[in-house]
């Protein structure tokens, strides 16, 4: 499954029991807690190069769903964009 936010194509994800968090990772990679974003989720940076974006942690994805219509993150340019892949990876099997 694939799932999208911006340019950042994450092919990894792991969905949590309670879906209130879903971790995200560009090939299954781990990162560095780096940045929080105005909606409350987080980047993930390569632990060699903060520049290099390699995951992603969605907080509240359903409630976000229900209340916003779409789960929203700032990119890490400022740009804030709808996650696109979400709603089918949260009916997905935890």
């Not at 907080?59 to 089918?88: H, W």
Request: charged fraction near 25%; avoid cysteine.
């Amino acid at each position: 499954m694939i799932v999208r936010a911006g340019p950042y194509v994450f092919s990894e994800l792991h969905v949590n029991p309670d879906r209130t968090l879903v971790d995200l990772s560009i090939d299954g990679r781990g990162g560095v807690g780096d940045d929080e974003t105005p909606e409350g989720h987080w980047w993930f940076v390569a632990a060699n190069d903060a520049d290099e974006i390699v995951a992603l942690q969605l907080v509240d994805p359903v409630e976000n769903l229900r209340r916003d219509g779409a789960v929203n993150v700032t990119l890490p340019s400022g740009e804030k964009v709808a996650v696109e892949g979400i709603e089918e990876a949260l009916r997905q099997p935890a």
